[in-house]
């Protein structure tokens, strides 16, 4: 065996070199030990690649966790959102549905009184005008105040199974014509589409509130489409979209945009009532109202209304006898307003009836008690106490 020098080191006392230290290794255990050294170092270097690994994958880890927190974070911060302006339409909607009742309720003997006015003949020209726009303007008035009520949830609805596919295409060229020769109209539905459960009338109103919002968004024109689809996802909802090219919303805008009043058409060209109309309505019908829009890219508004499978059955017309009031009799009278009694009660006179007066649903059973027995009641449908 050749033994090889594996290290050596000066021996120094007092500053002076007295000698030299060395280590002899065998050639043998040498080459062993440079293969472990080589193997250790290779270990060492795995070890340190790993470790490289690892600390990238945690950093992977951490800026995912930091994503994830942060996507989290913006869609509490949404749903916060929603929810505040989910509350304020509430409320909204709570202080629109009063105002418009009580003024509903002043406006009802006014329409009325006028009606019959307007019924009874005046030969005075000057008069008859004064009576026809005083009605004009009190039928906006009203207007105003079912867009209010429809709003906040209270309009009287009749729903029923409609094919809104038909509704709709049958509106085509009345939209068209409202909206404009520099507008292009188009038709959408799918083939197979179930009915709707919904008021024709005043899915009518909404597609015409809706197209006009759209006309006034294109001055310089554009396309109008009027889509009627079912909802691929089975959740038993078909979907109305009324959707423009025209100059689209920015986000400020499209929050506000369901609320009522909420215009930005300037003074006097619009109520700032038909989103908010629309909305109501949805809610109601059990549906829901969603907007899409960005600037200069458009709007599209999607009303989803519940589906059924079968259309409701229409009931026989009433037979002209049966309308036909003979002799007029005696009516019975209830309603808690006391403008709206007097009022009604007028008209009634006016026909012929013999009138008596109740101002709740107690009076009224207590003199029906009393062997009262009239021809015909006419009543509110809510009031204070029994309904």
């Not at 270097?45 to 945690?58: D, I, K, N």
């Not at 950093?59 to 995912?64: D, K, M, P, Q, V």
């Not at 005075?124 to 906006?140: K, T, V």
């Not at 960005?294 to 589906?307: F, I, S």
């Amino acid at each position: 065996r050749m033994p090889v020098l594996s290290d050596w080191r000066g021996v120094v006392r007092d500053g002076r070199t007295i000698g030299i230290r060395a280590m002899f290794v065998d050639a043998t255990d040498r080459r062993a030990y440079e293969r472990d050294l080589l193997a250790a170092r290779e270990r060492a270097e795995e070890t340190a690649a790993r470790l490289t690994a690892s600390e990238a994958e945690l950093r992977e880890l951490n800026e995912t966790l930091e994503r994830r927190v942060a996507e989290r974070t913006a869609d509490l911060e949404r749903a916060h959102e929603q929810l505040r302006q989910s509350q304020k339409l509430e409320a909204m909607g709570s202080l629109t549905g009063g105002v418009a009742h009580d003024f509903n309720n002043l406006l009802t003997p006014i329409l009325g009184l006028l009606d019959t006015l307007q019924r009874h003949h005046i030969s005075d020209n000057r008069e008859r005008q004064a009576i026809a726009g005083a009605l004009a303007s009190a039928e906006r008035a009203k207007t105003l105040v079912q867009r209010l009520l429809a709003f906040a949830r209270r309009q009287p609805l009749q729903a029923r199974a409609i094919d809104v596919g038909d509704l709709v295409g049958g509106m085509a060229e009345l939209v068209a014509s409202t909206s404009g020769p520099r507008i292009q109209v188009l038709v959408e539905r799918d083939p197979a589409l179930p009915h709707a459960l919904a008021d024709a009338n005043q899915i009518e109103m909404a597609v015409l509130n809706l197209a006009v919002n759209a006309r006034d968004a294109m001055p310089a024109g554009g396309t109008l489409t009027l889509g009627v689809y079912a909802e691929e996802s089975g959740s038993g909802m078909i979907r109305l979209v009324v959707a423009d090219t025209g100059m689209g919303m920015d986000r400020t805008t499209l929050e506000r945009a369901v609320e009522p009043f909420f215009s930005t058409k300037g003074i006097g060209k619009g109520t700032g009532l038909g989103l908010s109309m629309v909305h109501g309505l949805a809610a109601q019908l059990g549906g829901n109202l969603t907007l899409h829009s960005e600037p200069g890219r458009g709007t599209t508004v999607e009303l989803r209304l519940p589906a059924v499978d079968r259309p409701t059955p229409v009931l026989p017309a009433a037979s002209e006898a049966a309308v036909r009031c003979g002799a007029p009799g005696s009516a019975l009278l209830v309603d808690d307003e006391k403008l709206v009694r007097f009022a009604t009660a007028f008209m009634l006179k006016d026909l012929g009836f013999t009138v008596v007066e109740a101002d709740s649903a107690e009076a009224a059973i207590r003199l029906l008690e009393d062997g009262l027995r009239p021809n015909i009641v006419v009543s509110d449908h809510l009031m204070p106490g029994m309904s």
